[in-house]
């Protein structure tokens, strides 16, 4: 029998979050578990605030005005902020969503333009990996926002 890791089901959901998406640019999801990945805890994607219209800002990368995914999730999640967590996430988190704290590890697939995010994490004692999943529905997003 051949069964999907933890990780592969939290990043193929985190690909299906980030089909939510309203940012023009970039679509991005993200799922927090707990460590022991018993239970996932938030999800979120990248977009506009609620009730607020769904387009970008700006198209200019890191100028769009969209809450990135971590954000989201971060907001949603009912955890307490000591409890340990795992984020896995589409992309590599930026500098900011490196800064969100309580996590022990960041999964991540794609890689980002800046590598900030990596340098905090690691600063941070945060450990972090990139995991690549195969998944029609990231194909078809990664190519829109091509």
């Known amino acids: 029998m051949n ?3 933890f990780e592969e ?3 193929k959901l985190a690909w ?4 939510r998406s309203t940012c023009e640019r970039l679509n991005v999801g993200c799922v927090i578990t ?3 990945y018993r239970q996932v805890l938030s999800v979120g994607y990248n977009g506009n605030a609620a009730g607020l219209p769904n387009k970008c800002d ?3 990368p890191g100028a769009c005005g969209c809450i990135h995914s971590e954000e989201n999730a971060i907001i949603k999640c009912y955890s307490p902020p000591s409890d340990r967590k795992i984020v896995f996430c589409t992309h590599q988190p930026c500098k900011m969503c490196a800064n969100l704290g309580g996590v022990e590890c960041v999964v991540f697939d794609e890689p980002y333009r800046l590598k900030d995010g990596l340098i905090v994490l690691g600063e941070a004692g945060v450990a972090f990996c990139q ?6 529905e990231k194909d078809q997003l990664k190519a829109k926002s091509s």
């Open 3 to 5: 069964r999907p890791s």
């Open 9 to 11: 089901i939290y990043m």
């Open 16 to 19: 299906l979050m980030a089909a």
């Open 34 to 36: 707990s460590v022991d």
């Open 58 to 60: 700006s198209a200019e």
């Open 131 to 136: 995991y690549i999943v195969s998944l029609p």
